[in-house]
Nanobody
Framework: QVQLVESGGGLVQPGGSLRLSCAASGYIFTMYGMSWYRQAPGKQRELVAT???????TFADSAKGRFTISRDNAKNTVYLQMNSLKPEDTAVYYC?????????WGQGTQVTVSS
């Protein structure tokens, strides 16, 4: 079965950095794209970044210039490098992939940006 497990979240000060990881298993990782979403309290889940199977990346406007998404196919892992973090980045971050018409989600990892 498809499983996605996020890690790397935590408490960081404004301007700081975090790297989130999502370990995937149960499917052929290299054949599918991966995305990072986030959901802040009282807000809808929003797409933050996507990387295709070929390595093409896209970012939400709020993330451009600050976040980087990458993948390590040898480790079946996707990363989200977050720099220059702002309080507005506080949210639960989820990784996502669509395999055979179905969306799969990790359990989420909390990112809190606060002084």
């Amino acid at each position: 079965q498809v499983q996605l497990v996020e890690s790397g979240g935590g408490l960081v000060q404004p301007g700081g950095s975090l790297r989130l990881s999502c370990a995937a298993s149960g499917y052929i990782f290299t054949m599918y794209g991966m995305s990072w979403y986030r959901q802040a309290p009282g807000k809808q889940r929003e797409l933050v970044a996507t990387i295709t199977s070929g390595g093409t990346t896209t970012f939400a406007d709020s993330a451009k210039g600050r976040f980087t998404i990458s993948r390590d196919n040898a480790k079946n892992t996707v990363y989200l490098q977050m720099n220059s973090l702002k309080p507005e980045d506080t949210a639960v971050y989820y990784c996502n992939t669509r395999v055979r018409r179905l969306d799969y989600w990790g359990q989420g990892t909390q990112v809190t940006v606060s002084s």
